[in-house]
């Protein structure tokens, strides 16, 4: 025991080190077979909870010998490794972010489909709201406002691009409906895919009262697709939820196909 105690407090400098380079090297990204990813994924948090746990006693055998020295460098190390792997991961994840993810490669927009384009804003000088300034000149961004006709469901739902690639508003019409909320489900056309499933629901949920004559529902409900990249297209069916809270029950109302891209972090 006392060699090992020995042993700890004269390589006390290892577990920091380990612990660093541990946290960069299993960030990089394909160094490892894609099992080895998967197994680091779930345990790596094991391995440096047991290089800091060799650190620690290193910490209190270097107190117990007293080795004040080799204590405080534990403990200098501990703290400057915790600061050296917040400070990479945070900017491993900005670069990570900011990848491609390849998304619409993996998923094409099927031969022949056709498919909705968000429409667009234009931009007009002045104005009593603001929204941006590009050098002296101030324009305020509106939405293009479409057709709707209440005989064309295909009209009901009505989609725009946002300020970035990804982000969307959406409006919703209908005619005669009870008190509920409305949301959208998205998925990937080629392969079904739910699409930002974890947020997308309570983003683009709006509770209303009875709805007694067609008309707005939604106005301009803004949201964001996660999967995919700025400039890269692929098919998504957007649908229309309702929920009932007296029968407790759900059903779409309708579905409508996009061309879309992913906002990318």
Not at 58 to 68: D, T
Not at 250 to 262: P, Q, T
């Amino acid at each position: 025991m006392k060699k090992f105690s020995n042993w700890l407090v004269r390589y006390w400098w290892i577990w920091p080190v380990a612990c660093t380079v541990f946290t960069i090297v299993v960030c990089i990204p394909g160094l490892f077979p894609p099992k080895i990813d998967a197994i680091i994924d779930k345990s790596g948090w094991l391995i440096e909870l047991f290089l800091l746990f060799m650190q620690l006693l290193s910490f209190i055998y270097a107190l117990k010998m007293k080795k004040k020295g080799k204590a405080l460098g534990c403990l200098a190390a501990g703290f400057g490794w915790l600061i050296i792997t917040i400070a990479f991961s945070f900017f491993y994840f900005l670069w990570d972010q900011s990848q491609p993810t390849g998304y619409a490669a993996s998923h094409p927009i099927p031969e022949g489909l056709e498919y909705n384009i968000p429409l667009g804003h234009y931009k007009i000088k002045g104005g009593d709201t603001i929204t941006s300034k590009f050098g002296s000149s101030y324009y305020e961004y509106i939405p293009i406002n479409p057709t709707i006709d209440a005989n064309d469901t295909t009209s009901y739902l009505q989609i725009w691009n946002s300020f970035q690639g990804g982000i969307y508003n959406y409006s919703f019409y209908y005619p005669e409906l009870l008190s509920g909320t409305i949301y959208l489900r998205c998925f990937e056309v080629s392969k079904n895919e739910e699409l930002s499933a974890m947020r997308l629901k309570e983003a683009t949920s709006v509770d209303f009262h009875r709805h007694n004559k067609f008309g707005k529902i939604v106005d301009m409900r803004e949201f964001t697709i996660y999967e995919g990249d700025w400039g890269d297209y692929y098919a998504v069916r957007v649908e229309v939820w309702y929920h009932d809270p007296v029968k407790k029950e759900e059903r779409m109302l309708l579905s409508k196909i996009y061309r879309m891209e992913g906002w990318m972090r």
